[in-house]
């Protein structure tokens, strides 16, 4: 059964950082690439940044382009996305995501999620 848990979500003051963690069982990053998603209220699910562990390319919105990184231990099955310099526009629920691996580190949009992770809250104040 293919799982995925995002964790290290919280409140932080703008120009803060957080880490999260998305732990992944039931599969390999041999078998799917993995994402990191948001959605705001009100607003629709978007692609933050995407990793094809395979090789190591990664993929980066414009909006978090410098700020975020994200990696992955393939030994622990996890992806993690290190998130500085934070804005109150980056407040939203966070999801890691199982990929289809054709579409490696490119694409990163919903439509390209296979399965979805339950996602973690992440709130910047001004």
């Known amino acids: 059964e293919v799982q995925l848990q995002a964790s290290g979500g919280g409140l932080v003051q703008a120009g803060g950082s957080l880490r999260l963690s998305c732990a992944a069982s039931g599969f390999t990053f041999d078998d799917y690439a993995i994402g990191w998603f948001r959605q705001a209220p009100g607003k629709e699910r978007e692609g933050v940044s995407c990793?094809?562990?395979?090789?190591?390319?990664?993929h980066y919105e414009q909006f978090v382009q410098g700020r975020f990184t994200i990696s992955s231990d393939n030994a622990k099955n996890t992806v993690y996305l290190q998130m500085n310099s934070l804005k109150p526009e980056d407040t939203a629920v966070y999801y890691c995501?199982?990929?289809?691996?054709?579409?490696?580190?490119?694409?990163?949009?919903?439509?390209?999620?296979?399965?979805w992770g339950k996602g973690t809250q992440v709130t910047v104040s001004s």
């Open positions: 990793i094809d562990s395979r090789d190591g390319s990664t």
């Open positions: 995501a199982a990929r289809a691996p054709q579409y490696g580190s490119a694409w990163c949009r919903p439509l390209s999620v296979k399965f």
